[in-house]
């Protein structure tokens, strides 16, 4: 409810201590309401919508590039570049071209481009509020077994992954990303590979024998072969388990993990407010974004629980009995890591300031050559 023209008032339904947070994400942005309705599908065009950040959308050509001017009606200071280009590059080898060329003047790199550009002066890391993980679809053998689920998850060293990768990810056997409230390092399960065998011929399969075909499902992405072969490779040799891979286009895999889930499949999730409850509530029953198919009503509980309490230390440990049950009891996911930014930005670039939680603040920055 607007109760000035500068204040709003906003009733809950339910207690959520991280609202203040969540007023940093996209979807509280004021919206011109008669603008909307004038346009309808087509309000987000240049010279129909209307925002009130530094810069004004210029020009839109999909799947191509986005041009950014100078909001002259800006409320704040006055911005130190007047225009900006925003290409969309599928192909991460052809982004690297137009930097190295000086078509682009900021670029982001993968993981397996690091190496060789990390004593470059231009580079930049900086640790994401970002997890990636492996989920299991519980409702199908064997891995409906929980047995079998620790079993995967002790099996696997998670620095092995990190150090194929070498992009400054953060090896992780828990959910909550390092560098957020409610991070804790000692839960989750450690690699183990002795008590993975032993969980998994406590569930029947002694040595891997007997043991059935289990697809590990991804989307098609140079990185996620590599860590999927690298899980494959750690799984045949802790618990002498063969798993085939399966790699989807990106349409095909979301449809996929919709209506028919694999036995295990990967995913990763960023931070949309800086809040543990981000990250939680992913797997509550009542998540869209719980592909797993698990549900556990304490589990549920804590999570409410933990969205409307104010007292920091009671929270944290409510956070803290969460991820045990998530990382260590039923795991119906494996967190793998928690990954990096890794951006290439001309020194003539002033101002830029990335941060953990990969929103790109162009407002300070100036162009100096």
């Known amino acids: 409810k607007a109760k000035s023209g500068k204040v709003l008032e906003v009733t809950l339904k339910k207690p959520a201590v991280y609202f203040p947070s969540l007023t940093t994400f996209m979807v509280t942005f004021p919206l011109r309401k008669d603008i909307v309705e004038k346009y309808k599908d087509r309000w987000t065009d240049p010279g129909n919508i209307v925002t009130n950040g530094p810069f004004k959308l210029w020009k839109w050509e999909h799947e191509y590039k986005l041009e950014l001017t100078a909001n002259k009606d800006y409320y704040g200071e006055k911005v130190k570049i007047d225009w900006i280009k925003m290409y969309v590059v599928g192909e991460n080898n052809t982004a690297l071209t137009l930097y190295e060329t000086g078509d682009l003047d900021m670029v982001s790199i993968p993981p397996l481009a690091v190496n060789y550009y990390k004593k470059s002066k231009e580079y930049i890391n900086t640790p994401q509020l970002r997890g990636y993980y492996y989920g299991f679809n519980i409702r199908k053998k064997p891995v409906d077994d929980m047995r079998v689920r620790r079993a995967f998850s002790m099996a696997i060293d998670r620095k092995r992954i990190t150090d194929v990768l070498k992009g400054g990810e953060i090896p992780a056997s828990s959910w909550i990303p390092k560098g957020m409230f409610g991070y804790n390092e000692n839960i989750g399960l450690k690699f183990n590979p002795e008590e993975a065998r032993r969980l998994l011929a406590e569930a029947g399969y002694s040595s891997g024998k007997g043991f059935p075909e289990v697809n590990i499902t991804f989307n098609t ?149």
């Open 221 to 369: 992405d140079a990185e996620n072969k590599l860590i999927a072969e690298n899980v494959q490779s750690q799984l045949k040799e802790n618990l002498n388990i063969n798993v085939k891979l399966d790699n989807q286009e990106w349409k095909v895999y979301l449809k996929t993990l919709k209506t028919k889930p694999p036995e295990i499949f990967r995913l990763g999730w960023g931070a949309d407010y800086p809040d543990p409850d981000n990250f939680m509530n992913l797997f509550t029953s009542s998540s869209g974004n719980n592909n797993t198919d698990w549900v556990n009503p304490e589990y549920d509980r804590l999570i409410a629980m933990g969205a409307g309490t104010k007292d920091r230390a009671l929270r944290l440990k409510i956070y803290d009995d969460a991820q045990k049950i998530l990382c260590e009891e039923d795991v119906p996911i494996m967190p793998l890591f928690v990954a990096s930014q890794n951006l290439l930005v001309k020194k003539y670039i002033k101002g830029f300031k990335p941060n953990a939680m990969d929103i790109l603040y162009l407002k300070k920055v100036a162009v100096e050559k």
